[in-house]
């Protein structure tokens, strides 16, 4: 989802991209990912690569989500190190910040307290990647920077039924709830969290102008400063999709984070705003949804 939207505005502004897949080399393999590095031979490097994940999945599987994302970034930054790439960009996520915390969250907010603990493995892991890029910074005098993306929602999202995120959970939930005629949906947690999302096509142009435009050893957000309850969002998708029936909400299963609204002002000071607003931006997943698996399930 993420690497595709920046793929994208890489081809809209000209620049020469290559876009590698899990179908083009494992990068939980060091030999392989030195391989792929030393043939393309980058001047950049943006790993938006990961093992991602709902609150669900993260809290079912903590060793697969540390192992392999610790395997991912550490092999792509041996490699890019080792052939002299001269700009990473390393995606982290707002998760990595602690589960109570001061609103809206400060860069200088990291690890100054407790991790959610449902996803502090994958936290854990984005942690150690941008310790890891700033200690190349430090060390080596590399020209890597770090960048935490809020909540990422668009197109090419993983919908499945274990692993997605709240906002693709719902879309193919209402959906499937319409093709079968079912009046009651159930959701996890109490509907209670405030969340901010970031669709994917603003988070690379943010990505892109960091590119050009960014160079500290300081992580940077990347936000919108706008968030909604999961319960309003909800009764937002419904409406959006067209979903009459009845919403409940399954208490006895965790909320995650009760908040998470991103300081953004680094990023907006660099002359950067969000253009896509949050039903703009439901509406045209949907669509996309729509179009990807109804229109092939009617084939």
């Known amino acids: 989802m993420v690497g595709s939207a920046i793929v994208e505005k890489l081809q809209f502004s000209k620049k020469s991209v290559m876009s590698i897949s899990s179908q083009n080399v ?49 092999n792509l930054i041996s490699a890019a190190f080792q052939y002299d790439v001269e700009k990473f960009i390393f995606l982290g996520s707002s998760c990595i910040y602690p589960k109570i915390s001061q609103q809206p969250i400060k860069e200088e907010f990291l690890m100054s307290a407790k991790l959610e603990e449902t996803n502090s493995a994958y936290a854990m892991a984005k942690l150690c990647g941008i ?18 993306p809020t909540s990422v929602y668009g197109p090419r999202d993983n919908f499945t039924d274990t692993a997605s995120h709240v906002i693709p959970g719902m879309i193919k939930k209402f959906s499937e709830s319409i093709k079968h005629n079912l009046n009651v949906v159930t959701f996890f947690g109490t509907g209670a969290p405030l969340r901010e999302f970031i669709h994917s096509d603003d988070l690379a142009s943010a990505v892109l102008l960091c590119m050009e435009s960014y160079d500290s050893d300081e992580p940077i957000n990347i936000g919108t400063g706008f ?11 419904a409406k959006l999709i067209g979903f009459t029936g009845d919403i409940l909400w399954d208490s006895s299963l965790p909320d995650g984070t009760p908040r998470k609204l991103l300081d953004s002002t680094k990023i907006t000071n660099l002359g950067w705003k969000p253009s896509i607003s949050l039903e703009a931006g439901l509406k045209s997943v949907i669509n996309w949804y729509k179009t990807k698996y109804e229109v092939r399930e009617g084939k």
Do not use: C, M
Request: no cysteine; proline share 3%; hydrophobic share 45%.
């Open 26 to 74: 494992d990068l939980r393999n060091l030999e392989s990912t030195l391989n792929l590095i030393n043939e393309i031979r980058p001047n950049i490097i943006i790993n938006a690569a990961a093992k991602v994940g709902g609150l669900n999945y993260n809290n079912k599987f903590p060793v697969d989500f540390l192992v392999e994302n610790l395997s991912i970034q550490n």
């Open 227 to 237: 968030e909604i309850s999961v319960f309003d969002l909800a009764y937002l998708i």
């Open 131 to 148: 310790e890891l890029v700033t200690s190349y910074r430090r060390q080596y005098g590399k020209s890597w920077i770090n960048l935490i």
